[in-house]
C-alpha cells in the first residue's frame, strides 16, 4: 500500500523573506556549482543556503556546511522568516510550463510519504525494486551522496526538499477532484521563474509558472489516502534522500513527497544525454570504428537530429554529433544480437539504447589513459597533454560504472552540441527517452536503471515547503 499523510509544513512568509521565487531552488543534485553561488546572490534567504550551502576552506567535523544549516534554519524559524502552518495539509501545486512547443500544466501534491509497511520485518532498508509498502525505486543509490545527505539530515531534523513519486489514477478520480478544488480556492502563492529550455533542438526562453495551495478538507484529504492505498508510488526524483530518510525513521515517520500522476501528459520523462569529454576519444580511430559499429545517417543539423531521433523505431538507435556534424547512428544488427545474445546487465535492461551505449558501443570507442612511468601527471594541464597525445595502444576501455570519468551528462540536446563545439567534448551522445511505463515495469521486477537514465521534468522546486521533524 502507499500511505500518505498531511502535515504541518514550515513556509516562506514574504513579509519577512521577501519575494517567494528568489527563495526557491531546484533540487540539490542538480545545482551547478554556477547555479550554487547565483542562487546565493539571490536572497540571503535562498533554500540553497540550507540544502546545498557553500563549503569554507576551514571547516571541520564540528563546524561545516551541515552545521551551518541547522543554525540558519533555527534563525529562520527563530525570525519567523519560516512560519510553520497551524493546521495540518496537504499542498497542491501547480507548474505551468513549455515543452516542445506546447504548454503543459502539471499539477500535484506534497504530502508524507508515511515509512509504514515500507521496511522488511527485519528493519532493514528493502532492496532497489518494489518494498512491502508499494514503493518502487528504478535508481542504484551510492554511499557519498547518502553520507552527504546523512550529514545533512541528522543536523538539521527537517525535510528541506520533497522528493518525487509518480502514482497511477486511470480514471483521474484523484487528479481531478483536486483540480476542482484549486479552481475553488485562491492559491497561498503564485511566481514564475525563468525557464530556458532547448525546445525540438532550438533555444528558447520561456517562463514556469508555479501555484501553491494548502489543502486542510480532512474529507478531502480522506478520500485521497484511501485512493493511493492499494497502488504503488515510483520514486522519480529523490532516491538518495527517500533512502536517508527511511534509515532516519526514528526521527520522523514518513518523508515529505511531492506526488504526481503517471497518467499526466504533464509528466515529462526526458533522456539525459552523454557528452564524452575532449581528449578521451581518438578523433580517427573511434571514428573508423563508429562506422564498422553503426549505420550514420548524416543530418543537416541538431534540431533535425532531435526530431529524426523522435520518430526512429527499434533498439540501438542514437544521436551523434562531433566536428560540426550530424548523424542518426543505428547500431548494425550483428553488433547487436552479440551483445543481446551475451549481456553483462539483466535481459530486461540489455535492451534499453543507455545499456546499448555503455556496454556494446563506448568500450570500443572511449579509452582512458595509462600514465607512462616516472612522469608526474599530478597537474591537470599535464593530464590533458596526455589525453591528447596518447596512441590506440594506450587506451584500455572504460567501465561503465565509472562513466563520469570520461563523460558528463545533460538533459539539453543542444547544449551537449554546444559543448562540444566549444571545444568541452570530442563528441556528444544524444539518447531517446524511456517511457514512463517502461519505468515503472523495470522498477516493479526489482531492476535498478544504468546511471542517470532519466530526468523527470520539471524539478520539483525546493523551498515551497519544509517538514521539522519537531
Not at 28 to 57: K, M, W
Not at 301 to 313: H, K, W
Not at 341 to 370: F, K, M, N, Q, Y
Request: proline share 9%; net charge neutral; glycine share 8%.
Amino acid at each position: 500500500m502507499v500511505a500518505i499523510a498531511p502535515f504541518r509544513a514550515l513556509r516562506y512568509d514574504p513579509a519577512r523573506a521577501g519575494d517567494l521565487r528568489a527563495a526557491v531552488a531546484p533540487p540539490y543534485d542538480v545545482i551547478s556549482p554556477e547555479e550554487q553561488e547565483q542562487l546565493h546572490q539571490a536572497s540571503p534567504y535562498n533554500i540553497v543556503r540550507l540544502i546545498l550551502g557553500r563549503q569554507q576552506p576551514d571547516d571541520t567535523d564540528t563546524a561545516n556546511r551541515y552545521t551551518r544549516a541547522k543554525h540558519l534554519l533555527a534563525d529562520w524559524r527563530a525570525s519567523g522568516v519560516l512560519a510553520q502552518d497551524a493546521r495540518p495539509a496537504i499542498y497542491l501545486c501547480e507548474q505551468t510550463f513549455a515543452w516542445q512547443g506546447e504548454t503543459h500544466r502539471r499539477l500535484g501534491f506534497i504530502a508524507l510519504l508515511e515509512f509504514e509497511g515500507s521496511v522488511s520485518p527485519t528493519g532493514t532498508s528493502p532492496p532497489t525494486g518494489t518494498s512491502p509498502g508499494g514503493v518502487l525505486r528504478h535508481e542504484a543509490t551510492f554511499s557519498a551522496p547518502k553520507a552527504d545527505r546523512t550529514k545533512l539530515l541528522d543536523e538539521v531534523q527537517a525535510n528541506l526538499s520533497p522528493i518525487f513519486c509518480v502514482v497511477s489514477d486511470p480514471e483521474r478520480v484523484g487528479p481531478d477532484r483536486l483540480a476542482r478544488w484549486a479552481q475553488d480556492h485562491p492559491p497561498l502563492a503564485s511566481f514564475s521563474l525563468p525557464r530556458p529550455e532547448s525546445v525540438e533542438g532550438g533555444r528558447g526562453t520561456g517562463q514556469e509558472q508555479v501555484r501553491l495551495w494548502a489543502v486542510d478538507d480532512a474529507a478531502l484529504i480522506e478520500e485521497l489516502r484511501a485512493r493511493l492505498a492499494p497502488g504503488r508510488a515510483l520514486i522519480a526524483d529523490g532516491h538518495h534522500r527517500f533512502e536517508v530518510a527511511l534509515s532516519r525513521r526514528h526521527l520522523a515517520g514518513g518523508v515529505m513527497t511531492f506526488f504526481a500522476w503517471a497518467e499526466d501528459p504533464a509528466v515529462v520523462v526526458r533522456p539525459i544525454h552523454r557528452v564524452i569529454k575532449a581528449g578521451f576519444a581518438s578523433p580517427s580511430g573511434s571514428q573508423d570504428q563508429l562506422a564498422r559499429l553503426c549505420a550514420l545517417e548524416p543530418v543537416p543539423s541538431t534540431a533535425a537530429l532531435a526530431r529524426r531521433l523522435g520518430q526512429a523505431g527499434g533498439q540501438g538507435q542514437f544521436g551523434y554529433y562531433a566536428r560540426g556534424q550530424a548523424f542518426l547512428a543505428s547500431v548494425r544488427d550483428e553488433v547487436l544480437a552479440e551483445w543481446l545474445l551475451r549481456p553483462t546487465v539483466p535481459l530486461g535492461l540489455a535492451g534499453l539504447d543507455v545499456s546499448i551505449l555503455h556496454h556494446a558501443l563506448l568500450p570500443r570507442l572511449v579509452g582512458e589513459v595509462a600514465p607512462p612511468a616516472r612522469r608526474d601527471t599530478s597537474s591537470s594541464q599535464d593530464r590533458d597533454s596526455l589525453r591528447s597525445l596518447r596512441s590506440p595502444a594506450q587506451m584500455v576501455p572504460p567501465r561503465s560504472q565509472e562513466s563520469d570519468s570520461y563523460c558528463r551528462y545533460t538533459p539539453d540536446g543542444a547544449e551537449a552540441a554546444a559543448a562540444v563545439d566549444r571545444g568541452e567534448g570530442a563528441c556528444a551522445w544524444l539518447l531517446r527517452p524511456i517511457p514512463l511505463p517502461q519505468v515503472f515495469a523495470l522498477a516493479e521486477q526489482g531492476l535498478a536503471l544504468p546511471q542517470k537514465s532519466t530526468y523527470f521534468y520539471p524539478k520539483v522546486l525546493s523551498g515551497l515547503c519544509l517538514h521539522p521533524f519537531h
